[in-house]
């Protein structure tokens, strides 16, 4: 924001240069960016931080340097009020407010025999000082006083207005306005317009139409001055793409009080210029008069902000210079009344930074910090992140990090198993591309795009992965951003060899294994379930090569090979295992008391196998629950090492050779220990799955 220094020391009389004056600016918060020189003087370009609406105007960055130099802040300009003047104004027009809370307040001023001309030579020195362009006298007063009071003002044609009224509602379905730069502008039905007794002539708080814009002929206009609410302001500005001054104002914050005083000022000025005479009184509908703000303030919680002790009179000197009141002090506390243009300060913290840049931030005193530490540490989040990113890595997959931005696919589907409504695709309203169209759904499209890139040059192993967020819209307006984990491997996950390659049905079992161990890493209860069951498969992959994982009755993610049409697509010559894991399933489903330490036995461990016959149909894994659960705390480790059929063994039965680790913790075994263990294991083996055994 641009304004003129003998603007602003106009009303706080402070004898610095602009230099000086820029930096007591600065110190108190208000930074000034640059200082030129203009025929208005020294201009200060100062930025103004977004709760600090009150900033916007020459009397509020005056009050803040007269009190950051202790000098009497003159106040606003005098002017008669038209709340004490005869109510000729109601006789003209009236005001009816719909909704109040989009508008908790709108005053109305007439003026009549309008003579349109230029302004004043020492007003339009100041606009174009401020970065305003002269217009006209009328455009011009309504401007200066924006810059001068913060309350934006918007002047209608009175005669083009029906019923000669203005009605502030919202807008109706399928309303249209073209606004003053020639713009036909739909109009949602959450935006605030202004309206006559028939049609909208303003986008509230934005910018004015153009059937109801002051012209030549215009002999009487109607002279808003209203208070918006913020949030109201910025999504109707920013659904059209349309930033005014203000809007820009409104966004902030406006003094609702500072309604009335803002339309009498420009009153008096077109008065004073000769450009039409104002007729008596004001229309104000104010049906929700906000309360007045009042705060504690402990002179011990400043001591404790701030690092030293500010006396009575600083605290209470400091606020009033600001506009605060204050009411008296006992024991160390101040009772504060909030000014209507601070609704910024809402806590006491707010009141100790008030007194705190006021009295000087140089005055904190320069200590090294003391206390207690406590030992920092990731958060669960970035440590699951973290956890899952080092086991995939040494699992030999490597990280790659992709567009979140892609175009429509295939392999954009979200799972929907994970319960995340329909899923629908996010668009990108003002999109640089088709490929860039709209937010990714899935993972998988990112790293399958690297697998293809880096196939097509003939590297490998090729095996990645990648944490990241997607998105998706469940309903009308609603909007889930989640993380997940995803990872694509093609071919072998180490280089070629006589040893063989990992292209054929083998690429599932290699992805299965990488995602169990990855599981197990985590201390993840999980297990797998096959499509055809509650759930429909899913489409990106193929039909009788995938499945899902859950936990808990809760779904994880999925496992599957690419559809072959999807492969075919990516041109792989491999097949393609992919994966997508959701982060915050995993997380509930992760036990983080299950990586607790265990030492190494300093006892010798002994080694047996063991060789159950058992018919054909019974798995590897029922054999090695039966066990691991038989043989007790002392079985270390066991190993299927052959699976065996054929002649001896009679048709229908199969051969498990498993190799047997056992070792204490606390003594050596001895071979009744080791020998009752495995007697154990073969009677449950012979009753749980009807297990033969070659001494039998």
Same mark, same amino acid.
Request: glycine share 10%; net charge negative; aromatic share 6%.
């Given at each position: 924001?641009?304004?003129?220094?003998?603007?602003?020391?106009?009303?706080?009389?402070?004898?610095?240069?602009?230099?000086?004056?820029?930096?007591?600016?600065?110190?108190?918060?208000?930074?000034?960016?640059?200082?030129?020189?203009?025929?208005?003087?020294?201009?200060?370009?100062?930025?103004?931080?977004?709760?600090?609406?009150?900033?916007?105007?020459?009397?509020?960055?005056?009050?803040?340097?007269?009190?950051?130099?202790?000098?009497?802040?003159?106040?606003?300009?005098?002017?008669?009020?038209?709340?004490?003047?005869?109510?000729?104004?109601?006789?003209?027009?009236?005001?009816?407010?719909?909704?109040?809370?989009?508008?908790?307040?709108?005053?109305?001023?007439?003026?009549?025999?309008?003579?349109?001309?230029?302004?004043?030579?020492?007003?339009?020195?100041?606009?174009?000082?401020?970065?305003?362009?002269?217009?006209?006298?009328?455009?011009?007063?309504?401007?200066?006083?924006?810059?001068?009071?913060?309350?934006?003002?918007?002047?209608?044609?009175?005669?083009?207005?029906?019923?000669?009224?203005?009605?502030?509602?919202?807008?109706?379905?399928?309303?249209?306005?073209?606004?003053?730069?020639?713009?036909?502008?739909?109009?949602?039905?959450?935006?605030?317009?202004?309206?006559?007794?028939?049609?909208?002539?303003?986008?509230?708080?934005?910018?004015?139409?153009?059937?109801?814009?002051?012209?030549?002929?215009?002999?009487?206009?109607?002279?808003?001055?209203?208070?918006?609410?913020?949030?109201?302001?910025?999504?109707?500005?920013?659904?059209?793409?349309?930033?005014?001054?203000?809007?820009?104002?409104?966004?902030?914050?406006?003094?609702?009080?500072?309604?009335?005083?803002?339309?009498?000022?420009?009153?008096?000025?077109?008065?004073?210029?000769?450009?039409?005479?104002?007729?008596?009184?004001?229309?104000?509908?104010?049906?929700?008069?906000?309360?007045?703000?009042?705060?504690?303030?402990?002179?011990?919680?400043?001591?404790?902000?701030?690092?030293?002790?500010?006396?009575?009179?600083?605290?209470?000197?400091?606020?009033?210079?600001?506009?605060?009141?204050?009411?008296?002090?006992?024991?160390?506390?101040?009772?504060?009344?909030?000014?209507?243009?601070?609704?910024?300060?809402?806590?006491?913290?707010?009141?100790?930074?008030?007194?705190?840049?006021?009295?000087?931030?140089?005055?904190?005193?320069?200590?090294?910090?003391?206390?207690?530490?406590?030992?920092?540490?990731?958060?669960?989040?970035?440590?699951?992140?973290?956890?899952?990113?080092?086991?995939?890595?040494?699992?030999?997959?490597?990280?790659?990090?992709?567009?979140?931005?892609?175009?429509?696919?295939?392999?954009?589907?979200?799972?929907?198993?994970?319960?995340?409504?329909?899923?629908?695709?996010?668009?990108? +309203? =003002?999109? @640089?591309? *088709?490929?860039?169209?709209?937010?990714?759904?899935?993972?998988?499209? %990112? /790293?399958?795009? #690297? &697998?293809?890139?880096?196939?097509?040059?003939?590297?490998?192993?090729?095996?990645?992965?990648?944490?990241?967020?997607?998105?998706?819209?469940?309903?009308?307006?609603?909007?889930?951003?989640?993380?997940?984990?995803?990872?694509?491997?093609?071919?072998?996950?180490?280089? +070629? =060899?006589? @040893?063989? *390659?990992?292209?054929?049905?083998?690429?599932?079992?290699?992805?299965? %294994? /990488?995602?169990? #161990? &990855?599981?197990?890493?985590?201390?993840?209860?999980?297990?797998?379930?096959?499509?055809?069951?509650?759930?429909?498969?899913?489409?990106?992959?193929?039909?009788?090569?995938?499945?899902?994982?859950?936990?808990?009755?809760?779904?994880?993610?999925?496992?599957?090979?690419?559809?072959?049409?999807?492969? *075919?697509?990516?041109?792989?010559?491999?097949?393609?295992?992919?994966?997508?894991?959701?982060? #915050?399933?995993?997380?509930?489903?992760?036990?983080?008391?299950?990586?607790?330490?265990?030492?190494?036995?300093?006892?010798?461990?002994?080694?047996?196998?063991?060789?159950?016959?058992?018919?054909?149909?019974?798995?590897?894994?029922?054999?090695?629950?039966?066990?691991?659960?038989?043989?007790?705390?002392?079985?270390?480790?066991?190993?299927?090492?052959?699976?065996?059929?054929?002649?001896?063994?009679?048709?229908?039965?199969?051969?498990?050779?498993?190799?047997?680790?056992?070792?204490?913790?606390?003594?050596?075994?001895?071979?009744?220990?080791?020998?009752?263990?495995?007697?154990?294991?073969?009677?449950?083996?012979?009753?749980?799955?009807?297990?033969?055994?070659?001494?039998?």
């Amino acid at each position: 924001m641009r304004l003129p220094v003998e603007w602003i020391t106009a009303y706080a009389p402070l004898d610095l240069g602009p230099e000086a004056i820029a930096s007591r600016l600065t110190m108190a918060g208000l930074e000034v960016e640059a200082t030129e020189e203009t025929d208005a003087g020294v201009v200060l370009d100062i930025k103004v931080t977004p709760n600090r609406g009150d900033c916007l105007s020459v009397l509020g960055v005056a009050r803040e340097l007269a009190a950051a130099g202790g000098t009497p802040y003159l106040g606003a300009p005098q002017c008669p009020s038209s709340e004490d003047e005869p109510p000729d104004a109601a006789l003209h027009t009236g005001v009816t407010i719909e909704d109040p809370d989009l508008c908790p307040r709108y005053a109305a001023r007439i003026v009549e025999n309008l003579r349109l001309g230029e302004s004043p030579a020492w007003m339009q020195r100041r606009l174009v000082a401020a970065g305003m362009r002269p217009i006209s006298n009328i455009v011009d007063i309504t401007n200066y006083v924006m810059l001068e009071t913060g309350q934006p003002l918007h002047a209608f044609d009175y005669e083009t207005l029906r019923e000669r009224r203005i009605v502030v509602r919202r807008a109706r379905p399928d309303e249209l306005l073209v606004s003053l730069d020639g713009v036909t502008r739909p109009l949602g039905t959450e935006m605030l317009v202004i309206a006559d007794a028939e049609r909208p002539v303003a986008i509230a708080g934005v910018m004015g139409g153009a059937d109801t814009e002051i012209t030549q002929a215009t002999r009487t206009l109607l002279l808003e001055s209203a208070h918006f609410d913020w949030k109201s302001i910025r999504r109707t500005a920013r659904v059209l793409g349309l930033g005014t001054e203000a809007s820009y104002r409104f966004e902030r914050g406006v003094d609702p009080d500072g309604v009335v005083y803002a339309a009498d000022l420009a009153c008096r000025l077109i008065s004073e210029t000769g450009s039409g005479t104002p007729v008596p009184g004001v229309v104000d509908e104010y049906p929700r008069r906000p309360a007045p703000v009042r705060l504690r303030l402990r002179q011990s919680r400043c001591s404790e902000l701030m690092g030293y002790v500010p006396t009575e009179d600083e605290i209470a000197g400091s606020l009033m210079a600001l506009g605060f009141s204050v009411a008296g002090e006992t024991g160390g506390v101040f009772e504060v009344g909030v000014p209507s243009w601070r609704r910024d300060v809402t806590r006491e913290v707010d009141l100790v930074e008030e007194v705190a840049r006021i009295v000087g931030y140089e005055r904190i005193p320069e200590r090294l910090p003391s206390g207690a530490t406590t030992q920092g540490g990731d958060a669960p989040g970035g440590a699951l992140r973290n956890s899952i990113r080092e086991f995939l890595v040494g699992a030999g997959l490597q990280e790659v990090k992709c567009h979140t931005l892609v175009a429509p696919s295939g392999l954009d589907q979200p799972e929907p198993s994970l319960g995340y409504g329909d899923g629908a695709r996010i668009h990108i +309203r =003002s999109a @640089l591309s *088709a490929e860039l169209s709209g937010l990714r759904r899935s993972l998988l499209p %990112g /790293v399958c795009d #690297a &697998l293809r890139r880096n196939a097509r040059h003939g590297l490998g192993p090729l095996a990645f992965f990648e944490i990241g967020a997607v998105f998706s819209s469940t309903g009308p307006a609603t909007h889930v951003e989640r993380e997940a984990v995803a990872g694509a491997m093609c071919g072998p996950m180490s280089e +070629r =060899s006589w @040893l063989g *390659a990992t292209r054929g049905a083998e690429a599932f079992f290699v992805g299965s %294994g /990488v995602v169990r #161990a &990855l599981l197990t890493s985590l201390h993840a209860d999980a297990a797998c379930e096959v499509a055809g069951g509650d759930w429909e498969p899913d489409a990106r992959l193929h039909p009788q090569r995938q499945t899902r994982i859950v936990s808990g009755g809760r779904t994880l993610g999925i496992l599957g090979e690419l559809h072959p049409a999807q492969q *075919a697509e990516l041109r792989l010559r491999d097949r393609c295992v992919v994966f997508e894991l959701d982060l #915050a399933a995993l997380a509930s489903a992760s036990h983080a008391d299950g990586g607790s330490f265990v030492p190494f036995s300093r006892y010798p461990a002994v080694t047996r196998d063991l060789a159950p016959r058992v018919s054909r149909g019974v798995p590897y894994e029922a054999v090695r629950g039966i066990v691991r659960r038989a043989a007790g705390d002392i079985l270390e480790r066991l190993a299927l090492t052959d699976v065996f059929e054929g002649p001896p063994l009679a048709e229908g039965l199969k051969s498990f050779t498993v190799s047997l680790t056992f070792r204490s913790a606390d003594r050596t075994l001895s071979e009744a220990d080791v020998e009752a263990a495995l007697t154990q294991a073969r009677d449950r083996l012979r009753s749980e799955v009807g297990a033969t055994f070659q001494e039998d």
